[in-house]
Antibody
Framework: EVQLVESGGGLVQPGGSLRLSCAAS????????MHWVRQAPGKGLEWVSH????????NYADSVKGRFTVSRDNAKNTLYLQVNSLRAEDTAVYYC??????????WGQGTLVTVSS | QAGLTQPPSVSKGLRQTATLTCTGN????????AAWLQQHQGHPPKLLSY???NRPSGISERFSASRSGNTASLTITGLQPEDEADYYC???????????FGGGTKLTIL
């Protein structure tokens, strides 16, 4: 069974940083592209970033480019998202998801990031 | 980044058929087709179909997807109370090298 478990969210002040993690199991993580997608309270889905299977290719939404960094540790079956210079508009549930044919298929339960002073 | 266009809401009666639409352009839906996701309140999204009408294992045949030009559609037949949810389309934008989502359609079962 595919399982994705996010962690690392919390309350952070504007300008602060967090490192989100996503522990993967039940599939071959080392050959899977992965995504981060976020959802602000009461809003729709917003794609944030993706990374290829060996971590050599990444891309980001314009809204987070230069502030967020996606990475992975295939030895630990874990995906990361380093989020820096946080703003109020970054407040959201952050989901990790596995890629299937260039779209996210299996999703974790998400981790909530709240940016507030 | 440009997104895909979905109607904000659709209302249909029990056991009726609903067709949800998703409009993009030749760089995204017109080129790659679309995926459809269902999200119930308080839960993560669930993939219903990808690349137009490929259903993952366990997804009911009542959900079928198609595409015509730059518009993708999701048809849900025999509507049930549990189909009340938000539905999102998603695709790959070749120009942006990024995933794009529609704004979502809230389906209400009357």
């Amino acid at each position: 069974e595919v399982q994705l478990v996010e962690s690392g969210g919390g309350l952070v002040q504007p300008g602060g940083s967090l490192r989100l993690s996503c522990a993967a199991s039940g599939f071959t993580f080392t050959t899977s592209w992965m995504h981060w997608v976020r959802q602000a309270p009461g809003k729709g889905l917003e794609w944030v970033s993706h990374i290829n299977s060996d971590g050599t290719f990444t891309n980001y939404a314009d809204s987070v480019k230069g502030r967020f960094t996606v990475s992975r540790d295939n030895a630990k079956n874990t995906l990361y998202l380093q989020v820096n210079s946080l703003r109020a508009e970054d407040t959201a549930v952050y989901y990790c998801a596995r890629d299937k044919a260039y779209c996210p298929d299996y999703w974790g339960q998400g981790t909530l990031v709240t940016v507030s002073s | 980044q440009a997104g895909l266009t979905q109607p904000p809401s659709v209302s249909k009666g029990l056991r009726q058929t609903a067709t949800l639409t998703c409009t993009g352009n030749s760089n995204d839906v017109g080129n790659q087709g679309a995926a459809w996701l269902q999200q119930h309140q308080g839960h993560p999204p669930k993939l219903l179909s990808y690349r137009n009408n490929n259903r993952p294992s366990g997804i009911s045949e009542r959900f079928s997807a198609s595409r015509s030009g730059n518009t993708a559609s999701l048809t849900i037949t025999g509507l049930q109370p549990e189909d009340e949810a938000d539905y999102y389309c998603s695709t790959w934008d070749n120009g942006l090298s990024a995933v794009v989502f529609g704004g979502g359609t809230k389906l209400t079962i009357l």
